[in-house]
């Protein structure tokens, strides 16, 4: 499988080449375009419980859907909901073992070799933000992942401790140490804006956003016109 990142970094899609045979596994939705020899199966994959993790705690879609080239190369283009960068990281390799937390809606696609599950973020983030679980991305492949505006790679020195806003999260090291804090004491966490953060350890490799999808929804909402502002 080759991956070829396209239209960065404002409005990015991934174009990815399949060998006759090769399969790519993406979230519901997330297809652009395909050659008409690739063929799509759409299954609960992982099974009924792995599929409800991820649909109902983890904020994907139930269902993910396979595509596979038929008796030659073919493509198959993914652009993500939102508008932003797109990367391709790698699961496992010299690191093989190894896995990467995702926030949600930044997954967009991957080998079929990398398992997609579910992972509980801890109690504290249950009452901290309305999205505690995370998507858990093991095994060994390639993964695309997206983000809302623009990509910010950070990479954290052993013991070194870094505070983000986690609607800016896209995706760390499940081996990095990490909770979910107030900012400040009570007045800041009510007022200031910033609420709860995600304040992560290294050693790692963190990926952040340089938009919230929660930060642009509690800006929007409030303007929308209502039903009366429409009829008068």
């Given at each position: 499988m080759n991956t070829e990142l396209l239209y960065r970094p404002s409005f990015a899609i991934a174009r990815?080449?399949?060998?006759?045979?090769?399969?790519?596994?993406?979230?519901?939705?997330?297809?652009?375009?395909k050659s008409a020899n690739v063929q799509i199966q759409t299954s609960a994959t992982g099974g009924l419980l792995k599929s409800l993790k991820r649909g109902v705690l983890g904020g994907e879609s139930f269902f993910m859907n396979t595509f596979r080239s038929e008796g030659g190369p073919g493509e198959v283009l993914f652009a993500p909901s939102l508008p932003g960068d797109v990367v391709t990281v790698e699961i496992g390799g010299a690191t093989s073992g190894s896995s990467l937390l995702v926030n949600s809606g930044?997954?967009?696609?991957?080998?079929?070799?990398?398992?997609?599950?579910?992972?509980?973020?801890?109690?504290?983030?249950f009452f901290a933000t309305s999205n505690f679980f995370m998507l858990q991305l093991s095994g060994q492949g390639q993964a695309i992942l997206s983000a809302y505006g623009a990509l910010h790679p950070v990479m954290l020195r052993a013991g070194e401790r870094y505070m983000v806003d986690s609607g800016h999260v896209i995706a760390f090291d499940e081996s990095?140490?990490?909770?979910?804090?107030?900012?400040?004491?009570l007045k800041s966490t009510l007022f200031s804006g910033e609420g709860f953060v995600i304040e992560i350890e290294g050693p790692g490799n963190l990926?952040?956003?340089?938009?919230?999808?929660?930060?642009?929804?509690?800006?929007?909402?409030?303007?929308?016109?209502?039903?009366?502002?429409?009829?008068?």
């Amino acid at each position: 499988m080759n991956t070829e990142l396209l239209y960065r970094p404002s409005f990015a899609i991934a174009r990815v080449e399949l060998e006759a045979g090769e399969e790519v596994r993406s979230e519901a939705g997330a297809m652009l375009s395909k050659s008409a020899n690739v063929q799509i199966q759409t299954s609960a994959t992982g099974g009924l419980l792995k599929s409800l993790k991820r649909g109902v705690l983890g904020g994907e879609s139930f269902f993910m859907n396979t595509f596979r080239s038929e008796g030659g190369p073919g493509e198959v283009l993914f652009a993500p909901s939102l508008p932003g960068d797109v990367v391709t990281v790698e699961i496992g390799g010299a690191t093989s073992g190894s896995s990467l937390l995702v926030n949600s809606g930044s997954f967009v696609a991957a080998e079929l070799g990398v398992n997609v599950d579910t992972k509980f973020r801890g109690g504290r983030g249950f009452f901290a933000t309305s999205n505690f679980f995370m998507l858990q991305l093991s095994g060994q492949g390639q993964a695309i992942l997206s983000a809302y505006g623009a990509l910010h790679p950070v990479m954290l020195r052993a013991g070194e401790r870094y505070m983000v806003d986690s609607g800016h999260v896209i995706a760390f090291d499940e081996s990095m140490p990490h909770e979910v804090r107030r900012v400040g004491g009570l007045k800041s966490t009510l007022f200031s804006g910033e609420g709860f953060v995600i304040e992560i350890e290294g050693p790692g490799n963190l990926l952040l956003q340089t938009r919230s999808q929660q930060a642009f929804l509690s800006w929007l909402i409030p303007n929308l016109p209502s039903s009366r502002s429409t009829n008068d």
